[in-house]
């Protein structure tokens, strides 16, 4: 057995797992319904509650990200009390973010899903975020039709969840050995398709922009390493046939203007602020705060009396500063460095699935970009992105320990010959 493993954990918590995964994901269909979604939060949190304390007691040894987390969550808890000084209350505002996904972590290190139940549960979560994506365009909002307006309520949240789906759609495309590529290439294309068609119905633009980007430095490194080319060829094959179909059925232009229409609609050309929603001209605001407050931000921030900042790093600057939110600031670059520096040199892991978390990690990097929240949430939106990351970071610590006994044994070889 591979050091610091923690063995079979038998079927109940896996399925827990699917169960509290799915359970956060059909929530966000009911979001403008507070009842009905705060019931489903409930249940989702209940789950992962019990799946943490189950891999709390289970747990033997860590995997590095998980050190890493929990010590950016042990010094933002003592940032914590240092900041709730200038409160009546004490707060768990500075903290907040980082506990879904380090409790994910957590469980990741003990729940740990392989072969089947893996691929299980990559395919149910596609399914039911791209199912949800659809039926909120079609039942809160106008259905494959773009309106000027904001119709889905909890887009930010319902973004990154379909996002996601549509990133792993592309990652699975490639990744998993079937008896049949023709068919596994069409059936993840029309995955692909449908999760993009909800996003832009739904309007959420840091999630179109951050799943083109993603897919298309993923296909290009694909190109670049000579990986995949069969399955590359009767990608365009298959692409090609259905540009064709399109241009003889005459609907050639309508899915580029159906994005270009969700991302631009309702926007000045030229007009950079109008066209951020306003979001230029708040961190541009931000950023000048955080000049005259660099050491421990403003008070204005924390308490919301201004308005946030669409982007994560300028947001904790603007509230706790470049001392203050030290711990912060060093674990967002330190994630940047993990994911970028994997993602360029791939390491050889025993689940090859779990790779895409790499993918999914750097999707939630570039949306930070634009959305204050990400990578870490909001909410459970992130929630399959923490648990594979968890899960690749755990068995690329077995892979590297696995090839060192080798090495050993190999040694031993040779010293007893």
């Not at 493993?5 to 269909?29: D, Y």
């Not at 993603?214 to 365009?236: C, D, P």
């Not at 990690?361 to 939106?381: C, K, N, Q």
Request: net charge positive; charged share 15%; with cysteine.
């Amino acid at each position: 057995m591979i050091k610091g493993s923690t063995g079979g954990v038998g079927i109940v918590p896996k399925v827990l797992l699917l169960v509290g995964t799915l359970n956060a994901v059909v929530s966000q269909f009911f979001i403008s319904e507070e009842m009905i979604f705060s019931s489903f939060s409930i249940g989702t949190y209940s789950v992962f509650g019990l799946l943490l304390a189950f891999s709390i007691l289970r747990l033997k040894r860590p995997s590095p990200l998980l050190k890493v987390m929990l010590t950016a969550v042990a010094f933002s808890t003592i940032g914590t009390l240092l900041y709730s000084i200038e409160s009546e209350t004490p707060s768990i505002y500075y903290v907040q973010h980082l506990l879904v996904p380090t409790g994910v972590l957590f469980i990741s290190n003990v729940v740990r899903l392989d072969g089947k139940w893996l691929v299980a549960y990559i395919y149910l979560y596609v399914i039911a975020a791209v199912s949800v994506g659809l039926a909120s365009a079609f039942f809160h909002g106008t259905g494959l039709m773009i309106s000027a307006q904001y119709l889905v309520a909890g887009k930010n949240q319902l973004g990154p969840t379909i996002a996601v789906a549509a990133v792993l759609s592309v990652f699975m495309m490639f990744e998993r050995i079937t008896s049949s590529k023709l068919l596994s290439i069409s059936i993840h294309l029309a995955l692909i398709g449908a999760a993009v068609a909800a996003l832009a119905s739904i309007r959420n633009r840091a999630g179109l922009l951050a799943f083109f980007v993603v897919s298309l430095l993923y296909l290009v490194l694909s190109v670049f390493r000579g990986r995949y080319q069969g399955r590359l060829a009767l990608l365009y094959v298959v692409s090609g046939g259905i540009l064709a179909s399109s241009i003889a059925l005459g609907y050639t232009y309508e899915p580029v203007e159906f994005v270009k229409e969700s991302i631009i609609v309702g926007r000045v050309s030229g007009d950079l602020d109008y066209f951020s929603s306003g979001r230029l001209e708040v961190a541009v605001t931000a950023v000048d705060s955080i000049a005259r407050n660099i050491a421990f931000g403003s008070h204005e921030y924390r308490s919301k009396e201004r308005g946030l900042p669409h982007a994560y790093a300028i947001n904790e600057l603007a509230k706790w500063g470049l001392l203050g939110g030290l711990p912060l600031i060093l674990l967002y670059l330190y994630l940047w460095v993990y994911c970028g520096n994997r993602v360029l040199r791939i390491t050889k892991i025993t689940h090859s699935y779990a790779r895409a978390a790499l993918w999914l990690l750097l999707m939630g990097l570039i949306t930070s970009s634009l959305e204050y929240a990400h990578p870490y949430g909001p909410g459970t939106s992130f929630v399959v992105v923490w648990y594979l990351v968890g899960l690749y970071d755990k068995e690329s610590v077995a892979s590297v320990e696995k090839a060192s006994d080798t090495e050993i044994n190999n040694e031993d070889r040779m010293v007893n010959t």
